[in-house]
């Protein structure tokens, strides 16, 4: 099965709590320019191994986090999806958001909603969620795809500005989709 232990499991992936060991995969996902595309920068190993760490730090504070993506087969690491607490100042947090990053190499196989349909599940029959968030650019029309697919609804006047950019960032503008428990 692999040398981590599966928290959740789908027909093809084991989703696993993030170590230190995943360290190295993960910075070469977050350092590639296509991955992060709608993001405002790559980030360095150094900013990758602080953002393993809050990912770690979120699932010793609130009982859950983003989780490493293995394939069965051969557990190789494709990329993350998990849920996260979104505490920026925005009209709809705090909340819990379900996000997601993968490889180029694991694009277009299905794994985004078979991972993040996993997740809805955990959030909302483990955890007791009421709703869970998604959001991204409103360019990022693949994460778009992706909410659309598990199911998540939008509505135009949730859409905003992220606090985090500058105004008038080309990514500024944030869509924002909704899922709760009994929808």
């Given at each position: 099965?692999?040398?981590?232990?599966?928290?959740?499991?789908?027909?093809?992936?084991?989703?696993?709590?993030?170590t230190e060991a995943h360290l190295d995969d993960f910075a070469a996902m977050n350092g590639d320019a296509k991955v992060m595309e709608?993001?405002?920068?790559?980030?360095?190993?150094?900013?990758?191994?602080?953002?393993?760490?809050?990912?770690?730090?979120?699932?010793?504070?609130?009982?859950?986090?983003?989780?490493?993506?293995?394939?069965?087969?051969?557990?190789?690491?494709?990329?993350?999806?998990?849920?996260?607490?979104?505490?920026?100042?925005?009209?709809?947090?705090?909340?819990?958001?379900?996000?997601?990053?993968?490889?180029?190499?694991?694009?277009?196989?299905?794994?985004?909603?078979?991972?993040?349909?996993?997740?809805?599940?955990?959030?909302?029959?483990?955890?007791?969620?009421?709703?869970?968030?998604?959001?991204?650019?409103?360019?990022?029309?693949?994460?778009?795809?992706?909410m659309e697919k598990i199911g998540m609804q939008h509505d135009t006047a949730d859409d905003f500005d992220h606090p985090h950019l500058?105004?008038?960032?080309?990514?500024?503008?944030?869509?924002?989709?909704?899922?709760?428990?009994?929808?």
């Amino acid at each position: 099965m692999g040398k981590f232990e599966p928290i959740l499991q789908t027909d093809r992936l084991l989703l696993v709590n993030f170590t230190e060991a995943h360290l190295d995969d993960f910075a070469a996902m977050n350092g590639d320019a296509k991955v992060m595309e709608f993001f405002p920068a790559t980030q360095s190993r150094d900013e990758s191994a602080a953002f393993l760490a809050r990912i770690m730090a979120h699932r010793e504070q609130h009982g859950y986090s983003l989780f490493a993506l293995h394939l069965k087969q051969d557990d190789k690491f494709v990329g993350f999806t998990g849920l996260l607490r979104a505490e920026f100042s925005a009209h709809f947090t705090p909340a819990v958001e379900i996000g997601w990053r993968f490889p180029k190499f694991a694009w277009g196989q299905g794994l985004g909603p078979e991972a993040a349909r996993a997740c809805l599940t955990y959030g909302f029959e483990t955890l007791a969620l009421d709703e869970i968030v998604s959001f991204t650019a409103a360019q990022n029309k693949r994460s778009i795809r992706v909410m659309e697919k598990i199911g998540m609804q939008h509505d135009t006047a949730d859409d905003f500005d992220h606090p985090h950019l500058a105004a008038g960032h080309w990514l500024c503008r944030h869509v924002l989709y909704r899922k709760r428990r009994f929808s």
